[in-house]
């Protein structure tokens, strides 16, 4: 028999919708967020050629620096206030979580619950502000030392340009990264997430138009377009049954006596994902790889050994190339681990279930079911991790060998369908809270008829 909840979900319609006014707000102020973000990727900044610019992007579009590019909405190539997007953020993050591991006062911190996780928050922030100023001065030099058939990028290069670009950068991050706070806490689903997702879809439809007007051109067959169009659609489909999928562990209470009552004695299901580190792991590979084309720009044109060494890296490290497909792929595996033995300790989850009499039947409770739980994880991990690699990179490798010009691949496949169904989720959530509400005050208004 169906539950309370998959009835009301059976029974979704516009009109419980319309009245779900809380849900509407919410809804309504994330649609008004992500405008604001998009208004702020057309924002030049200041003492920038763009003739010039657009040039020596046009010759860039297919590397390192173009994916980022898209994963930015365009904001990096018009060289806007949000240039950087949210990925110093998320390069933060990033370190954040390998010191909560390493560093036992950091880790302390995050044992003392929401006060340490403010902390931790905090310290995000700040080094999110050293992030955003290295890169920001990188770009800057970068900048500078660009030229294209039309002359120079910097109109009036030198310290002015220098201060202003990076204080202006650094803005762009820090109210981008506030709006995603703001996003998270009054709106619906996770706002730095959202924001990714709101760049890489914002560029879907002249991807498409391009990539339609080769066909129609006859530079691409047209049975290539349509087995792209068609992997597309199979890749979506993968990765929705994938993020579906769990690893269901039963989990047996015992029976226990109140008084002349028995209470207890029911079983329930511990749902493990497969892909329980979702889709963090891709975005923090792809935040560490545009690292050497950053290092790169501090000493781009100015010559010497180290100049030409890192020109060399960022052109090993080129989107397609062998070198960024075995660090992409090495760093999702590690991500998968590290960020699931973040999320998910075999040990607590054995103690919580033993503190509350819980146990797996045919594993004795404590130390036996912490073994089996990361028994268990591990191999999910491993699968999940095969996973995410795949979707990742098959598609570059697709796309690598064609020269297709169709930007869309298994990393922004990844990212929008699962940013999608996690904000589903959460307005499935809402819905359910809405008519629960509902069903409540009407259960009220006949007690007190009655």
């Known amino acids: 028999m169906a539950s309370a909840a998959e009835q009301l979900a059976a029974n979704f319609n516009f009109g419980a919708f319309s009245k779900a006014t809380e849900l509407k707000k919410r809804l309504w102020f994330v649609l ?3 405008v ?5 990727t057309y924002i030049p900044l200041p003492g920038i050629d763009p003739v010039a610019l657009e040039d020596i992007f046009s010759r860039q579009a297919g590397g390192i620096v173009g994916m980022f590019d898209v994963f930015a909405g365009g904001a990096l190539s018009r060289m806007t206030i949000f240039a950087l ?5 998320i390069s933060a993050s990033i370190i954040m979580q390998l010191m909560t591991a390493v560093v036992p006062s950091i880790e302390e911190l995050k044992k003392e619950g929401e006060t340490g996780r403010k902390k931790i928050n905090q310290y ?3 080094l999110t502000v050293v992030l955003a100023t290295v890169q920001g001065y990188g770009i800057a030099v970068g900048l500078e030392n660009s030229t294209s058939s039309v002359g120079s990028v910097v109109i009036n290069p030198g310290l ?3 201060v202003s670009t990076v204080l202006t950068i650094v803005g762009g991050t820090m109210f981008l990264m506030w709006l995603g706070e703001q996003i998270t806490q ?3 689903g996770n706002g730095i997430s959202l924001i990714i997702f709101a760049g890489i879809v914002a560029n879907l439809p002249s991807a498409l138009a391009t990539t339609f007007e080769l066909g129609r051109t006859n530079v691409l067959p047209t049975l290539l377009i349509v087995f792209l169009l068609f992997m597309s659609v199979a890749v979506v489909a993968f990765i929705v049954f994938i993020e579906r999928a769990q690893r269901r562990i039963v989990v047996q209470y015992p029976k226990r006596q109140v008084g002349n009552r028995m209470f207890g004695g029911e079983s329930s299901h511990m749902p493990l994902k497969l892909n329980t580190a979702g889709v963090i792991p891709p975005i923090f590979a792809s935040s560490l790889l545009l690292m050497p084309a950053t290092f790169a720009g501090f000493s781009g044109g100015a010559g010497g050994a180290g100049s030409d060494l890192l020109t060399q890296i960022t052109a090993y490290l080129g989107r397609g190339q062998p070198g960024y497909l075995l660090a992409y792929v090495t760093m999702i595996v590690f991500f998968a681990f590290f960020y699931t033995a973040i999320v998910f300790n075999p040990t607590e989850t054995a103690d919580n279930l033993k503190k ?3 146990f797996i039947p045919g594993i004795r409770p404590g130390k036996n079911t912490a073994d089996y739980l990361d028994f268990v994880l591990t191999r999910l991990t491993v699968v999940g991790a095969a996973y995410l690699a795949a979707v990742c990179i098959l598609p570059e490798i697709l796309i690598s060998q064609y020269n297709v010009p169709f930007y869309f691949g298994g990393t922004s496949l990844l990212i ?4 999608t169904m996690d904000t589903v989720g959460q307005i499935h959530a809402h819905m359910l809270a809405h008519q629960y509400e509902g069903l409540i005050k009407k259960s009220k208004l006949r007690g007190r008829r009655g």
């Open 356 to 358: 509350y009499g819980g």
């Open 124 to 126: 995000t922030r700040y």
């Open 32 to 34: 008004g967020a992500l």
């Open 85 to 89: 997007n949210v990925m110093p953020y």
């Open 160 to 162: 002015f340009f220098e």
């Open 186 to 188: 009054r709106g619906v």
């Open 416 to 419: 929008v369908v699962s940013v």
């Open 36 to 40: 604001v973000y998009r208004l702020g």
